[in-house]
Nanobody
Framework: QEPLVESGGGLVQPGGSLRLSCVAS????????AAWYRQAPGKEPELVAN??????VTYADSVKGRLTISRDNAKKLYLQMNNLKPEDTAVYYC??????WGQGTQVTVPK
């Protein structure tokens, strides 16, 4: 299995925005089910958002209204992050069946 590759993280002030991207390291079929997870220091991984094959999206209560998951025909997965808060600080990982976990991308929102 090939790993996924996340990008787009960084340091952003509270209230700022970031757009995370996730791409497969090899040619693949169009995205069906996919998800974004995050893991903050000392905490368990948390499911942030997922998208089903028919396009239905689901979000954790803590990010509703601020984060948006999407996919495009170029087989990329995105996570648009708006109005970021310090509690959003974590390493963000994308998930797709058939691929292994990538290195993640660090998002830091200082207090």
């Amino acid at each position: 299995q090939e790993p996924l590759v996340e990008s787009g993280g960084g340091l952003v002030q509270p209230g700022g925005s970031l757009r995370l991207s996730c791409v497969a390291s090899r040619n693949s079929d169009s995205i069906q089910y996919a998800a974004w997870y995050r893991q903050a220091p000392g905490k368990e991984p948390e499911l942030v958002a997922n998208i089903s094959p028919n396009g239905t999206v689901t979000y954790a209560d803590s990010v509703k209204g601020r984060l948006t998951i999407s996919r495009d025909n170029a087989k990329k997965l995105y996570l648009q992050m708006n109005n970021l808060k310090p509690e959003d600080t974590a390493v963000y990982y994308c998930f797709r069946p058939g691929f292994t976990w990538g290195q993640g991308t660090q998002v830091t929102v200082p207090k």
